[in-house]
């Protein structure tokens, strides 16, 4: 599996470990940044890692700022992504599982980075269930990105 990795700078250290471990199961890693601790934007990179999904060359992407708030915030702006917090080893799989997430988000001031190589395994093993109830779920989050699409007016 391809997977397309960003940070920013305060993820910058566990995005290494992330990385490693990703490679270290037969991930290949596309990694969109950034590449030191000097202060970046996470909205920026969020925006990096989601459109590399969206054109196809990850299956999915993984974001670690500070908490994975404000790159799961970011992510989730964008329509064909749903992105999600997982800090813990269910909501890591049972995302992919039940709503088919595609970008997990992680944050460097919460997890550690023996706790965050466990999160990407189940991730990345995980996948979106066959069952008609999650398959029509995800679809209804499609129809709430069109309605708002189409709720959006020029200023
Ligand atoms: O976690 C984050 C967003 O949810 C950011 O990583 C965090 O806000 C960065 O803060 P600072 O610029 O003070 O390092």
């Known amino acids: 599996m391809i997977i397309a990795l960003g940070c920013d700078h305060a993820g910058f250290h566990l995005k290494t470990a992330v990385a490693e471990h990703l490679k270290s199961i037969g991930c290949d890693v596309v990694d969109h940044g950034c590449y030191s601790a000097d202060a970046v934007d996470f909205p ?24 994975g708030v404000g790159a799961s915030i970011a992510a989730n702006k964008i329509p064909g992504i749903r992105a999600a917090v997982c800090h813990d080893y269910h909501s890591a799989h049972q995302s992919v599982e039940h709503d088919d997430v595609n970008v997990m988000c992680v944050g460097a001031q919460i997890v550690g980075a023996w706790l965050v190589k466990d999160l990407i395994s189940s991730y990345v093993t995980a996948t979106f269930s066959t069952e008609e109830q999650f398959r029509r779920r995800v679809e209804k989050l499609a129809v709430l990105e069109r309605e708002a699409a189409s709720m959006i007016k020029p200023e």
């Open 44 to 67: 920026d990179i969020a925006r990096l890692v989601c459109h590399s999904v969206l054109r196809g060359e990850a299956a999915r992407g993984i974001m670690v700022c500070g908490t």
